[in-house]
């Protein structure tokens, strides 16, 4: 049972570049959620979907975008990369919202 | 201010002794959610409550709704038990703390 898979692990952008952080889970989770990680802080929510074909705005959405067109997939774009979203981002899916979360690997982003 | 305030922020302790890690919270939660960060960077679920008490292995969790706190303890702690924990609390969405980072020496 994999669980929660975010794939890639390291990625190294150039200003303005786009690119696509892949996230899929195999639990038949509703709820999916992206974060970002930044030394100092905790955690903040980028955007979260509630079932497919549904998403709404986090907490820090600027910059980036999501879809749901399965139960299983929530990918999040970044649309023209910048040096603050330099960060460690991480996926995470629960059964509904306000349930236990199982989290990915993380992927963490350097933006130059 | 946060509203997820730990402490401490980090902390080093000695194989064998009792560890307390603490979270206060100044929002009306649902639930509090304990995760661990290991240096590989993945972060684990350790307990998800809403009131009293709650035990695994040698882990405890305790929590007062009234006074908007929660504790995590850790009995007999081990070099292995070395994490990031951060205590998240779960309205809507889940609000975390900065996370307390703990080394336990041999």
């Known amino acids: 049972n994999a669980g929660v898979t975010q794939t890639p692990k390291f990625q190294v952008l150039k200003t303005g570049q786009s690119m696509t952080l892949q996230c899929a889970q195999d639990?038949?989770?509703?709820?999916m959620s992206w974060y970002r990680q930044d030394p100092g802080m905790g955690l903040r929510l980028i955007h979260y979907?509630?079932?497919?074909?549904?998403?709404d705005q986090g907490e820090v959405p600027n910059g980036y975008n999501v879809s749901r067109s399965t139960t299983e997939d929530f990918p999040l774009r970044l649309l023209s990369a910048a040096p603050s979203q330099t960060s460690v981002y991480f996926c995470?899916?629960?059964?509904?919202?306000?349930?236990?979360?199982?989290f990915g690997q993380g992927t963490r982003l350097t933006v130059v | 201010k946060n509203e997820v305030e730990q402490s401490p922020q980090n902390l080093t302790a000695q194989e064998g002794e009792f560890i307390t890690i603490n979270c206060s919270y100044s929002?009306?939660?649902?639930?509090l959610h304990w995760l661990q960060q290991h240096p590989g960077g993945g972060i684990v679920s350790l307990f998800m409550?809403?009131?009293g008490k709650k035990k695994h292995g040698r882990l405890i969790a305790t929590i007062n709704i009234q006074e908007k706190h929660s504790s995590l303890h850790i009995t007999a702690s081990h070099p292995r038990d070395s994490a990031v924990y951060i205590c998240?609390?779960?309205?809507?969405?889940?609000?975390f703390g900065a996370g307390t980072r703990l080394t336990v020496k041999p």
């Open positions: 995470a899916s629960a059964t509904q919202r306000n349930t236990e979360a199982f």
């Open positions: 639990m038949n989770h509703e709820y």
């Open positions: 979907s509630v079932g497919a074909g549904i998403t």
């Open positions: 929002v009306g939660i649902s639930a």
């Open positions: 409550l809403s009131s």
């Open positions: 998240a609390a779960i309205l809507n969405d889940m609000r």
